[in-house]
């Protein structure tokens, strides 16, 4: 568990999730318990199949424990039903996915409003705009997926996430569709946003270079966390 000297934004306590049926039944999460400070980035590390991307969809409520507690933000997830928790989610958490998951026949423009649009704020397209002009992309608002590049796609994603200014972002493999160089745009990009915000950045990665940015990085085997390391390059932590 990780060390906070305040409330944590995030909270597992002693969380288990099978997942499949009969003979495929797998244990995926194993009593992990952790605590997030608000602001803080952790990223998440572990071989394919160890539970970081469970772990992930565990804290965006995209996914449901056997067993144990997830609070995020105060909120108890066990007392929330399916309608509650997309509610909750829609408020407070922003994702990013590896691979974009925007809305083909919709603009940039439109597929970066549809959060607002589903919160009911009358301003979705207005802060949709200054959303993308926050990410760089002023000149591609009226341009679809398709005409846009893998970076410029997940820069639509990442403002999608940002724009309901939730208290917690959740990014999987954000750069694992992308080249080298792009790949580390986005996640400057993704930091610097991060930090301006006062966000907290839960990021997992097979990339450990790039997890290694994080304020704290868990590693998962099996389950498990098996360590929660500081960078030791002295930067500074929040955790």
């Given at each position: ?5 305040s ?41 394919s ?25 105060g909120?108890?997830?066990?007392k ?59 000149e ?33 493999e ?35 270079g ?23 390059n ?6």
């Amino acid at each position: 568990m990780l060390d906070t000297p305040s409330e944590p934004v995030i909270s597992l306590q002693d969380i288990h999730l099978t997942l499949g049926e009969g003979a495929s039944r797998v244990h995926v999460l194993r009593g992990i318990s952790l605590d997030v400070k608000m602001g803080t980035s952790v990223g998440v590390v572990g071989p394919s199949g160890s539970g970081k991307s469970t772990l992930l969809m565990v804290m965006a409520g995209l996914e449901r424990v056997d067993s144990g507690g997830v609070l995020l933000a105060g909120e108890d997830f066990s007392k929330l039903d399916e309608d509650g928790l997309a509610a909750f989610r829609g408020r407070n958490i922003g994702i990013v996915f590896q691979s974009f998951h925007l809305i083909p026949n919709m603009t940039a423009l439109e597929n970066v409003a549809v959060p607002l649009e589903l919160a009911g704020d009358a301003d979705a397209f207005s802060k949709a705009k200054q959303e993308l002009q926050a990410v760089g992309l002023c000149e591609r608002l009226t341009h679809y997926p398709a005409q846009m590049s893998g970076g410029e796609q997940q820069r639509v994603a990442m403002a999608r996430a940002l724009a309901p200014d939730p208290k917690i972002l959740v990014a999987d493999e954000p750069t694992g569709n992308l080249d080298d160089e792009t790949g580390a745009q986005i996640a400057d990009l993704l930091f610097t946003k991060q930090r301006e915000r006062g966000t907290t950045l839960v990021l997992v990665t097979h990339d450990t270079g790039l997890a290694s940015q994080c304020d704290v990085t868990l590693r998962v085997r099996a389950g498990e966390i098996v360590s929660a390391a500081k960078p030791s390059n002295g930067k500074k932590t929040a955790a």
